[in-house]
């Protein structure tokens, strides 16, 4: 994931700026789920960018290279957003895209993006698009583009991945999987949430939809800046453990017995 992080960001940040100007919320939520990987980084959970993956920022970039920060300055910005990636330039050429995930040889950055393209197109369609009026980035990477690179890289057909994913929502159950015991936890701003169980499915697969809440954002380390929704997500989370755990405990006692 953190590969990824610093691969995309400024591409989709960039492509983003071109469509719509950037509220400053949005670039200080940025700033703030960078500041996370770094404090979890910090704190030894194992969280680093692999071999030859552009560095993250460094704490502060966003006050440093602009102050007062100024949001209204494009050419400032795109300057913010390759400073912080320690790049000179980005490639927005759909043709070098293709070739590089075309590649096998193996790569010092990029590692797994031509896998996880694999997978989107066999198993999981995943596309995340931009067709709402008041979604803040570029509309430009629409479905039927995201689907081309399926044909161009693999020679996989959008029907053949229209099947693929009809198949793998067959084998786990979709969004009714029958599951035991299962807490499915979602941010309502993390665009993939409507892909998951977001509607209780009985007692043993229960639902946390939390507000303003993004990707896996529940999953890093607490902070004084959390929001009282997350807050009271994680709390939610907690006691759900403790009582599906008491009552394994139980049970096992009685089969003791």
């Known amino acids: 994931m953190a590969v990824w992080l610093a691969q995309w960001l400024g591409p989709l940040l960039l492509v983003s700026l071109w469509g719509l100007s950037a509220p400053a919320s949005l670039l200080r939520r940025l700033g703030e789920h960078i500041q996370q990987f770094q404090e979890s980084s910090a ?7 692999g071999p030859g993956a552009a560095a993250l920022p460094k704490v502060g970039w966003l006050e440093q290279l602009l102050d007062p920060f100024n949001v209204s300055d494009r050419r400032s910005f795109l300057q913010i957003v390759l400073h912080s990636l320690g790049q000179k330039c980005l490639s927005f050429s759909r043709a070098e895209t293709v070739a590089q995930l ?20 066999t198993e999981f369609g995943f596309y995340v698009t931009c067709e709402n009026p008041r979604c803040p980035f570029s509309q430009l990477p629409a479905l039927p583009s995201q689907l081309d690179l399926c044909e161009q890289v693999f020679g996989l057909s959008a029907l053949s991945v229209a099947q693929a994913v009809a198949q793998t929502n067959s084998y786990y159950g979709g969004q009714t999987p029958g599951a035991n015991k299962v807490l499915f936890v979602n941010g309502d701003t993390d665009p993939w949430h409507v892909l998951s169980v977001t509607q209780a499915l009985g007692s043993s697969e229960s639902t946390l939809l939390i507000r303003t809440g993004s990707h896996c954002l529940d999953m890093a380390p607490e902070r004084p800046s959390d929001s009282p929704s997350l807050r009271l997500g994680r709390q939610n989370i907690f006691q759900q453990l403790q009582t599906w755990l008491k009552l394994a405990k139980e049970s096992q006692i009685k089969g003791e017995v």
Not at 43 to 49: D, I, R, T, V
Not at 105 to 110: K, V
């Open 43 to 49: 704190q030894g959970l194992g969280l680093s960018l």
């Open 102 to 121: 075309r590649s096998t040889e193996p790569q010092l950055s990029g590692v797994g993006d031509r896998q996880w393209l694999y997978q989107t197109c």
